[in-house]
């Protein structure tokens, strides 16, 4: 069925309305939740790289958990950060976005 093309233009004029409705209402939402909310929390401002601490620790879990696997007989094996990082520098890596946790 053919449509009028003052049809097709109220058509166009609700979407548009729809459209900035969704605009308005998505602005403030995404305002809040990248910008408001990790400035008063400090979500995105932690450190980059692990501490001495947290590093000992890491290796001592990993040590740990591989000595246990092994005692039992269990396959396992390394991915993602842990894994570049023992190829790389045979260490765990200091970036913390790259350990698997």
């Known amino acids: 069925m053919f449509t009028t093309y003052s049809a097709c233009r109220a058509s166009l004029k609700r979407h548009r309305r729809k459209l900035a409705i969704i605009i308005i209402l998505l ?15 400090g979500i995105y401002h932690q450190p980059c790289y692990l501490t001495e601490e947290q590093l000992a620790a890491m290796r001592y879990m990993v040590r740990n958990i591989i000595a246990l696997y092994e005692e039992m ?6 991915d993602f950060g ?5 190829h790389r520098i045979g260490d765990i890596m200091r970036m913390k ?5």
Request: a positive charge; aromatic letters at 12%; hydrophobic letters at 45%.
């Open 27 to 41: 602005v403030p939402c995404l305002w809040l939740h990248f910008v408001i909310i990790p400035n008063s929390t």
């Open 73 to 78: 007989n269990v396959t396992y094996w390394l």
């Open 82 to 86: 842990t894994l570049l990082g023992a």
């Open 97 to 101: 976005t790259c350990n698997s946790r």
